[in-house]
């Protein structure tokens, strides 16, 4: 009888457990994750329409860029992550330039002046047009910079990058853009600068 | 020095609490027993040292010692002496602070009280108060210390959050705080009472006006919350179900629940292991609330500060429900042998039902608030749960506690007759059928709304033709008057009808809800200075712009000029406040209250560009000033259900 009483109460206290452990590793699990963090909803849709007046002089706009996959980067000159990542995108651009491939560099919140010795500095090639109204930056959702963008041929978004990016990674997503595949996920870099 | 004496008297206190969690146990080997006197000892100690270091934190804070960071934090050199006393719950670490001390008041009350009672359960009683104190000062004094020093010592501190510089930031959170603390004290009780395995209603019975009054507290504590959001926040509402709102207000549910189920255990000595679980719920929620709050965990519009005090909750959340829950499931053996339910239509059911409700209501609350975190954690899917759930699952729920509102208190126990339904219940349901009737001629169609206001007749209805039955029975008996007649009832049973006036208050505030949820309108329009903007009767006119320099801040007002179906009441100016250290304006609303319905104003902006035009909206609230008066009336039931009444040869009853 006595033995039967404390098995009951063990019992009790296993399903007692059984109840509170998910409850609580749930709770613990609030820590490894950030609410404020919304997966970019822009993933596997059309990319917005834009035109930008490249530093050259000339217009650009998206649909002049159809058939081809794009690499849209937007950057600013007084940004530290984007300054990261500069070498590693002219180095992939020199890459992959030749292919059916078109980079395309967005600077916003900037000054004319300061963009152009950035771009100087770091020598880059491809072409580069200014936000001014800030209208490319709100439509593509940026929120910090650098962010990035992959567009497939057919003008659909397969990728967005948060932070600054490696070569690697420039590699297998534009790849993955020539060849339409869309990311189920926008990517984080190490880090990322707001103003 | 200040900051020396403060920090000091935290770590001295933890001592103390260390000693109270020890002392009972050696106190329980045979021969040790004086060690339990040393119980109370422990908590008058934590008493002293921790309103000692209250008293640091606040004189820190009049003298704006700006050497502690709190204090650098939290004022500045123009913030007015009572704003500077508020900083106390102005931010973390002094809110923590406010709560101990509240905690170690309440314990100090109950070592002092019961100083000659319950010996056998009094050591273990103070024990867990031992307990709580001791997480509350382990974090004070090594994860989120008040009294942290600054080094240089700035000329100057940052000041208060501006939103908090209002009237009812200063009675919030001392409210809301002691009625979460105040659930400790049944708390307390309920685990004394396990451990001891002494499982009669002792424990209950004792309790019964200390729950109440937390439950009080905590009613208060979430009404002025709703009240402050709804005069400074600005935004037209008082409830967002937001995370942090759900946290304050989820106790409040297993609270009411154990009111009631409590009066069943007390009467039939039934729901033992169900009123343990009730309590030892409702005071896990007061911790979960605050982890919730300060973890950052979830999205939440309150932006509070977070660092690893929310993992330090979490722990202590762990050790509260595994203890509790399973000191629980140990004793249930002794638990057993409660008689069953005699009938489905008895007030036993009823109350039952409600507790059912409640907790209903409570996990379906719950779930919605941590569901981003399910959700994440199960199938990775991002989620954001919103009023549309929170408002479409509790509406229907609240609607059938209000039916039981009406029942509960007038069916009779264990078996009710036809004879006691027909006596209650009938003229109440004739007289609010013909009440729903009047509604719908008067052109409330909406099924939620017209059930609704039914019901809330039926409440009011079956109070006040039980309160006329009784009257008329004691004019017959004694040959009162009715006012004499009233109050000898009430002082009779106190319990009963501080309950009707309770319920009547809830009637109240439930008619605000429902009708500002149910009826309000809105308007936004871009003015220029002489045009104007209707809404239902009301007429606004825009007279123009006004900006001023404040002491802390620049003011641009919008004078509104107020016709009621062309009757001028007068000028509203609503306006933006731009705080140097802010990044956006900060509104203030401005409304117009009457019994009918609210004029709410909001001026969302003005262009810098074109002289003299603004953005003006409009919402007319109606019965949102009902919502505050039950506040009142709540305030005046729970009086009369608590006052301790001198009774002819009994002296004060502090005890039950």
Redesign the interface.
Known sequence: MRIA?ET??WR??I???AV?LP??G??????V?D?????SPLIGRPATPFAVTLFDGKKLTLDDLKGKAVFLNFWASWCPPCRAEARDLEAAWQTFKDGDVVFLGIDIQDTDEDARAYLKEFNITYPNGRDLSGKVAVDYGVWGIPETFFIDPQGRITYKHVGSLGSALITTKLDEARRGIVSAKEGKGSYQSVR | MTATIGHASVIAALLFAVWGIIAPVIGSRPGRERFYASTRAAIMGQFFLVTLASLSLIYGLVTTDFSIKYVAFNTTRATPIYYRVTGLWGALEGSLLLWEWILIIFSGLVAWIYKERHRELMPWVLMIFSIVSAFFLVVLGFVSNPFESVFPVPADGRGLNPLLEDANMMTHPPLLYTGFVGLTVPYAFAMAALIKGKLDEAWIVTTRRWTLTAWFFLTMGNLVGAWWSYHVLGWGGYWAWDPVENAAFMPWLPATAFLHSVQVQERRRMLKVWNLSLIIIAFSLTIFGTFLTRSGILSSIHAFSSGPVGTVFLVFLAIVLLGSFGLLAYRADHLKGQPELDSMVSRESAFLLNNVVLVSALFTIFLGTIFPLISEAVVGVQVSVGAPYFNSVTVPLFLLLVFLMGVGPMIAWRKASWDNLRRNFLWPSVASLLFALLLFGWKVRDFFPLLGFTLLAFVVLTILFDTALAVRARRRIAGEGIFSALATLARKNQRRYGGFIVHLGVVLIIMGIAGSMGYSVEREATLRTGESLSLGRYHILFEGLRGSQQPTHFRVEGDFRVFNKGEDLGILSPALKFFPAQQSPVGRAVHRSNISDDLYLILSGFSELKENQATLKILVRPMVMWMWVGGLVILLGTIVAVWPFRQKGRGWRIED
């Open positions: 009483r009951m109460a009790r206290i399903i007692t457990l509170l409850l609580i749930i709770l613990a699990y609030g820590f994750r609410p404020r963090y919304i997966n």
